[in-house]
């Protein structure tokens, strides 16, 4: 029989909610080890290619568990949109899909839960936060705003913009200079829009 990994090669990973065979890869364990840890019972498989041990410490925000771990099944993914206005708290649908950024040339197998977007710009806006423990790479408020006009329609643009202006954290506030930048980036003229709702 062929020789298998001990676990605790990647016993550091066992303690997070999830972790990807690229995470296991990385501390020298084949996906084929992976395999044989689930088929015996050491860990659980979650999704394509995202695993948890048994004992693992679930998200402590259990709301956007299923989006962390379809972060982690799309490779190098943002997440954008109505998911990103969701987690801003700057809409009121909830998504039926995981709205999820990939580079336009990059190649994804899709899923039911999980609604791809293809952009040429990922980097603008892109940065991370922490979701249940859980580190989570997403397009900023202001990003995500600009994007709601540019792919979502005015409608649901407005409202989030209105929201957004509306906030009293200062952590949450928009940044009306760096908006601006954004859309000038991404070729869309917002000064309209802004005009009507800060007027």
């Given at each position: 029989?062929?020789?298998?990994?001990?676990?605790?090669?990647?016993?550091?990973?066992?303690?997070?909610?999830?972790?990807?065979?690229?995470?296991?890869?990385?501390?020298?364990?084949?996906?084929?080890?992976?395999?044989?840890?689930?088929?015996?019972?050491?860990?659980?498989?979650?999704?394509?290619?995202?695993?948890?041990?048994?004992?693992?410490?679930?998200?402590?925000?259990?709301?956007?568990?299923?989006?962390?771990?379809?972060?982690?099944?799309?490779?190098?993914?943002?997440?954008?949109?109505?998911?990103?206005?969701?987690?801003?708290?700057?809409?009121?649908?909830?998504p039926r899909q995981h709205w999820i950024a990939i580079r336009s040339t990059t190649r994804?197998?899709?899923?039911?839960?999980?609604?791809?977007?293809?952009?040429?710009?990922?980097?603008?806006g892109k940065t991370q936060i922490d979701v249940g423990g859980m580190p989570l790479t997403?397009?900023?408020?202001?990003?995500?705003?600009?994007?709601?006009?540019?792919?979502?329609?005015?409608?649901?643009?407005?409202?989030?913009?209105?929201?957004?202006?509306?906030?009293?954290?200062?952590?949450?506030?928009?940044?009306?200079?760096?908006?601006?930048?954004?859309?000038?980036?991404?070729?869309?003229?917002?000064?309209?829009?802004?005009?009507?709702?800060?007027?």
């Amino acid at each position: 029989m062929k020789h298998r990994a001990p676990i605790h090669q990647i016993a550091t990973l066992l303690t997070a909610p999830t972790f990807t065979a690229r995470d296991a890869a990385r501390l020298g364990v084949p996906a084929a080890n992976i395999a044989y840890y689930v088929k015996r019972g050491d860990l659980e498989r979650v999704a394509h290619g995202v695993y948890r041990a048994p004992t693992a410490p679930s998200s402590t925000d259990f709301r956007w568990e299923d989006l962390v771990t379809a972060t982690r099944v799309v490779k190098d993914g943002v997440v954008c949109l109505i998911s990103a206005l969701a987690l801003y708290e700057l809409t009121e649908e909830i998504p039926r899909q995981h709205w999820i950024a990939i580079r336009s040339t990059t190649r994804h197998r899709g899923g039911p839960m999980i609604r791809v977007v293809r952009m040429c710009n990922l980097t603008l806006g892109k940065t991370q936060i922490d979701v249940g423990g859980m580190p989570l790479t997403i397009f900023d408020r202001e990003r995500t705003i600009v994007d709601a006009f540019r792919r979502l329609g005015p409608e649901v643009a407005i409202k989030a913009l209105r929201a957004a202006l509306a906030a009293k954290d200062k952590k949450s506030r928009l940044d009306l200079l760096k908006l601006r930048i954004y859309a000038r980036e991404l070729r869309f003229y917002i000064d309209p829009y802004l005009l009507a709702v800060t007027t």
